[in-house]
């Protein structure tokens, strides 16, 4: 089955009553950067893994107090955090002798 965490499906004020934030927070967000909707024609679509990105957005300005331009910086680097544990877990499966067997499949990872 396909992962549809990146799937574009909720309109913007869907996606901001998820969220508990008005529309307009929502489209500040888009326009510092902070995230990226999918556009079909003049509608934002976001994903479930927007929205998370949001709920994150906002627990770090509610409640820890850090400004959009802090978050800017934290979610990056933890997006860099992110890529680099990505790319020492290839570079340790590349180095095994021996592939390592998925409990679940019985294949090779």
Known sequence: MA?????????ISIAATRVGMHPQTLRLYERVGLVKPARRGANRLYSNR??????????????????????????NLLEQINDLQRELETYRHSQLPVPLIDDDSGFSK
Do not use: S
């Not at 992962?3 to 309109?11: I, M, R």
């Open 3 to 11: 992962d549809t965490h990146d799937e574009p499906v909720y309109v």
């Open 50 to 75: 927007d929205i998370d990105r949001l709920r994150q957005i906002q627990r770090l300005t509610q409640d820890m107090g850090v400004n959009l331009a802090g978050v800017e910086v934290i979610l």
